[in-house]
């Protein structure tokens, strides 16, 4: 008894282990950045950090009784993972054995914490602390592998990180959400005379979903990360005026969908001509990710509305029509990140490449065209310019489609793989009465 | 009973239609800004676009079952609005036919959507979709003209728009608020046995207010509005120093208003002593509308002090003792605007005529004189300067009170006509018993 | 009666008597900024803004029924005492008798507001309004002072203000709450037959903690502190490269201490395994006051994270097992922030201490120095530079402490005395049954 007390105090100790773990690695291959690296151009880092830890966070407050868990973990996690994602990223960024670092790797480490989070979005009342503290550690170390070879070896363009983020987060939390099902269904107890069950489904099904209250605070997440999406997508631009094409852009496109997804959402909402709070807080929000990709490149206005109403069209769709048929697989998606992030990912990777092989060469090379379109800023990530590049725009948007094949494959393959070791009772995971419920981790008033 | 159901599921296809045209337009008539232009003195966009988004939104999460519609519309008439208001500003502003977007169009965008927000605060519960649509249309395209005609050609001096935003949305939020009554009397069924009319009045009354966690969200917004009103005050400004004398001038004048708000708000208040929160959440603002046509002036810290304390008297007593008039009048005006807006715009107006007749006219030509006050920077909004203006600093005031008359006149005449259009079946205006009420417009939990 | 009811409207005069003070105040002795002044950098007001505005306000709304104060109160405090801090700040920077005002002095004021606000968190629920006055009035005066003494006259290190700030307004708040404290158990009636005392306690012991909503609401609060500490602890940071040294320290102290701090809360939390709300709402923020101290200095990033962990380790330990202890002794501290501010804060004045101890002269004297670690700037709070100054770092080290010591014996010194003051009958102190309860003071729905 006293044991199990101990064994349950402890339920937390693998985060001290990692922290003393980064501890030390910090300790021995970090420093701080000198004044030449520090005039890096950079902006937008407490907007990202807003975007990241109240934007993520109370957009999954939705949940009536797992609001605790939402903000609380949420924290946690990114916590973690800014840490995590420093040293990550920065192996492959190293000299003389050391990381440096900047605000601008705080920003870099802060858009990696988004993968886990937008996963976290996922699983959100799925999984127990201990399956989220593993795949979070697994998904940001693949994901900057991932970031690495689309940046440095595809020199791909993705302002946004519409196809490294978003597209590589969503499918990785959709893998390990497809992993724990199986999970499910196997030693599921027959449910011969399943009285318990169907009470318990019926309370899960009674807690997997809003309150009043909890729906208006998740909007405070929908809005802050709409406000501050303009500045995720230009943080990293290399001059002034890409940046605010990159505001311009972002800002057109969200308008946007967020007037269509009004439109659709009465449109296709269960009752008649009522509006669905879910497509409100969520699909509004598709704009910034399909624009995300080519936020910097000669889309033009016009193109970046058009950008925008066709994410709210996909978004909206997919929240009414396919995310209950991914139910029925049995692939649980609470917040419904395929539709937000997953498929306007993809959408974006696309847009990608047909602007690619649309650009115009002279736009291409010298960014001079005012045309539509120009990828004027290939690998505007990490890469200074590469307006030197050989490359024809085909080949551009080869790679641009190259680099989303490899994410989408990276994403689901290691998600899943993750999600089957954190299935074993190694990482406690839940039952099906725990769901959606913060009694199971916290000390309730 | 089909048709009716599609004709419920299309009633917000005028918004899918005004965005095809404004994605037309926009195509036509828009480019990016070029790299001069992108270097033009900017500051405080993001901030304003908190104060537009999660400050409005917020404030008018105060009633009770109406916080569906007022994060889900304030989002939606906001961004609608801000892709009109590119149009409607730039028209005056075009080269070789084409619009050009950078930071400070989105930025100027971005003010002038404030002003449906205002108007939607005196209608909030009041108005339906469809009329608020109409309204929103008219207001920012006649609103884009009265601030042409403010800065373009009276020049006037009106930095934090209190005179072209804050007073004109207010003054036709009445006006509509105003036309509307009418239609209320006028086809009202005969009270003769009226125990439903009496029930659903009732009922109303119940709803036309706040519980209590409604208000503490209401006073997040409240909050983020007062912490960026410096922001939005200052910045258009076109020095730093005219920048920084703005944020001071702002910030001492809502400090101040806010101490005189509550002990005004104890001692006026319906219990004796306790302070009633629609002053707290409301009056403490008005200091930033009241300082908004002077704060880029030499008004001096002690003066911004005493400008913030007259609004928070013009304020709370408006919120107290004409307010309720006004309603006996018919004239509705659910988030008190008049009092928030409307008479500190009008007092602001008054002031920045006082100011600018009181200027020495060293101060007011070449900005040297540190004594108070002069008009240092004459339409700032949209003029780079008019230090060579002949003016008198006589002539100044007058400008400043014609614009303001004009602002008044536009802003009542123009309310009153869509009020008057609005309230026809076209626009499906509400029936008495569906106010304040999400249960209208949104599938609730 | 009525006399009575006037009495009680006017229940807040004394603060339009002080803000009519402050008015001519300002009128006699402010100016603003010139041109040269106006240059000085600064960064982070808009960020601190938000923090002292909405972070401490929502942090503070965990209380069930204490809400409308906490945001209110907050509102109010920090909006008289911003002007206050202008004044007493700016008295000791006077040039031909006036105080100048920019941007700096703003940021200047409103980190002063937050001892204040510290304070408020001690008495939450416990003060009344005239009280609350009176204590801030002094507290802000004294504090300036004692600023004064550690930066003009000792010279120290303290960039995020952990001795000056957090250290100052944590034990100040003790030292009111002890004096406070004497007060009750005078004039308590006997507890013969206590029912009626039972009673009344009972219902406090209720009100003296969260709901489930307000507890969402407090994580808004702790969030929004902890994105923007960064900037706080950077904003008066002379140098790029020292802005971003400080920025990353306290990045990385922040992750550190939160991950520890769940795991921590976890395991000594009453219900075994379970997470406590007010460890998450609180010790994750430690991290930021215990490195304020040391955040400009090389303690490199391994030694961030290292101070962040111990912060965890005081924080968690202090709210569950310190604070129940004051407590019995009478020693109410509603928020914790002795555990929150007041030990970390020493805890980062004896690091600032260490550090300056262990500096080698290079790194010390010319900022050079890459090793572990340098005092690099020195009273960059508001000295420019002392990197000309001929004392020793061991010297540096016994300033670093003498002002630790100042720090404590002024701010409980002074704070024992207002309480003193503030327990007689003039600032009507609230009996035990008034506490924690918005009613006393609001119209409530």
């Known amino acids: 008894m006293l044991e199990k007390i101990t064994m349950s105090r402890l339920r937390y100790a693998p985060l001290l282990v990692f922290q003393v773990i980064l501890l030390i690695l910090f300790f021995c291959f970090t420093t701080y950045a000198d004044a030449e690296e520090v005039k890096q151009r950079i902006s937008g880092f407490e907007d990202t950090h807003v975007m990241i830890f109240i934007g993520f966070a109370y957009l999954m407050t939705f949940l009536k009784k797992y609001c605790y868990s939402a903000t609380g973990y949420n924290l946690l996690l990114a916590a973690l993972i800014i840490q995590w994602s420093l040293l990550c990223q920065g192996f492959f960024d190293m000299k003389d054995g050391k990381i440096s670092i900047s605000l601008r790797q705080l920003l870099e480490a802060d858009i990696m914490s988004a993968t886990v989070l937008i996963t976290f979005g996922a699983l959100l009342g799925l999984a127990s602390g201990t399956q989220l503290l593993f795949i979070a550690i697994v998904e940001a170390a693949v994901g900057c592998v991932n970031l690495y070879i689309s940046e440095e070896i595809y020199k791909i363009s993705d302002i946004g990180g ?222 200074a310019s590469s307006t030197a590049d050989p490359r024809s725009t085909g080949m551009q948007a080869a790679y641009q489609l190259i680099a989303l094949a490899t994410t989408l494959g990276l994403a689901l393959g290691s998600g899943i793989l993750s999600g089957l070791i954190a299935k074993t009772k190694l990482f406690s995971p839940l039952e099906e009465k725990q769901r959606y419920d913060d009694e199971m981790n916290w000390e309730l008033p």
């Open 162 to 383: 519409s196809i490294g983020i978003h597209t590589y987060g969503a499918y990785f939390g959709l893998g390990v959400s497809a992993a724990l099902r199986l999970k499910k269904s196997d030693p599921e107890p027959a449910p011969s005379n399943g009285v318990a069950t169907i009470q318990s489904q019926k309370e899960n099904i009674r807690l997997d979903g809003p309150s009043y209250t909890s729906d208006v605070t998740a909007m405070l997440g929908t809005i802050f990360l709409w406000i501050y999406w303009p500045s995720f997508n230009s943080g990293l631009a290399a001059t002034e005026v890409e940046r605010q094409r990159a505001i311009v852009n972002t800002y057109l496109s969200l308008a946007s969908c967020t007037v269509v997804t009004f439109m659709l959402s009465a449109a296709v909402s269960h009752k008649p001509g009522k509006l669905d709070m879910v497509h409100i807080q969520n699909s509004t929000l598709a704009g910034g990710v399909a624009v995300g990709a080519v936020a910097n490149m000669y889309i033009g206005p016009g193109g970046a509305i058009a950008v925008g109403m066709g994410a709210a069209l996909i978004s909206v769709l997919g929240y009414r029509y396919l995310t209950p048929q991914l139910e029925k697989l049995g692939v649980q998606d609470t917040c419904g990140v395929n539709n937000l992030h997953g498929m306007p990912g993809i959408y974006s990777g696309l847009l990608s490449a047909l602007f690619a092989a649309l650009a115009t060469s002279e736009a291409y090379h010298n960014e001079l065209g005012n045309v539509f379109p120009a990828t004027s800023s290939i690998a505007a990530g990490h890469l």
